[in-house]
């Protein structure tokens, strides 16, 4: 069976890769339209400076460890969603990355997933509001989705560089433009969450795609008053 979905994953790969290239402009405006003068958004903001707190305090190989651990569950994740059998994790003994076991080829999405999916931060907000029915507490759900969302951020640029050995083999050109557009993206609805939750997550797909088409548009316009 996953044959099937690597295939069709797979011819979806540079329409996948053009759209969120095409995306940015829209997903960089889109931003503008957050209310960040907001107490959500002061309590998400003092997640991440605890979360770089944490991160100076802490041991560098404990710290490398877990992103490690991080970076190859998601690829597990994403295997299990294109219905592959994924297998234990291993990390190298010289810390210097780690590896999973996986039935098939694999594709595009399984390789790309950890350098633009924000694995924890996801679960956390599924069971987020949950908790806050759970807990009065709720500047500290906030506080610690936006340790989540620093985590990712951390997570994406110390594993993207030229060594990564995903990147080497799904091609530079093609990582960077799925990367850039997939994490202004998943940011954009982190931040919609901590606004809105889901309801604000809709509300960003459906601005980033208005805003998309009205580019689109633009373009059309463009180009047809000059030929």
């Not at 991440?48 to 460890?65: D, K, W």
């Not at 950890?114 to 694995?119: A, Q, R, S």
């Not at 500290?140 to 640029?157: E, K, N, R, S």
């Not at 901590?194 to 604000?200: C, D, E, F, H, L």
Request: aromatic share 18%.
């Amino acid at each position: 069976m996953h044959k099937i979905t690597d295939g069709i994953i797979n011819l979806l790969r540079w329409p996948a890769a053009i759209y969120l290239l095409f995306s940015v402009p829209a997903l960089i405006e889109s931003y503008h339209y957050f209310n960040f003068y907001t107490f959500n958004f002061l309590l998400v903001g003092a997640g991440v400076l605890f979360f770089i707190f944490t991160i100076l305090v802490s041991g560098s190989s404990t710290r490398q460890s877990m992103q490690i651990i991080s970076h190859e569950l998601t690829h597990m994740f994403f295997a299990f969603l294109t219905l592959h059998k994924a297998g234990c994790i291993r990390l190298n003994p010289d810390g210097s990355g780690g590896s999973m076991q996986l039935s098939g080829y694999g594709n595009w999405l399984i390789s790309l997933s950890p350098y633009f999916f924000p694995l924890f931060a996801f679960f956390y907000m599924l069971v987020m509001p949950f908790l806050a029915e759970l807990t009065q507490s709720h500047w500290l759900l906030y506080a610690i989705l936006g340790y989540f969302l620093a985590y990712h951020w951390l997570v994406v640029l110390t594993q993207v560089h030229l060594q990564q050995t995903d990147l080497i083999q799904e091609g530079f050109v093609f990582s960077g433009m799925i990367i850039l557009g997939a994490n202004l993206f998943t940011t954009g609805f982190i931040l919609a969450f901590a606004s809105k939750s889901w309801q604000g997550v809709k509300v960003f797909w459906l601005l980033a795609n208005k805003l998309n088409l009205e580019y689109a548009d633009k373009i059309y316009n463009l180009i047809a008053q000059n030929f």
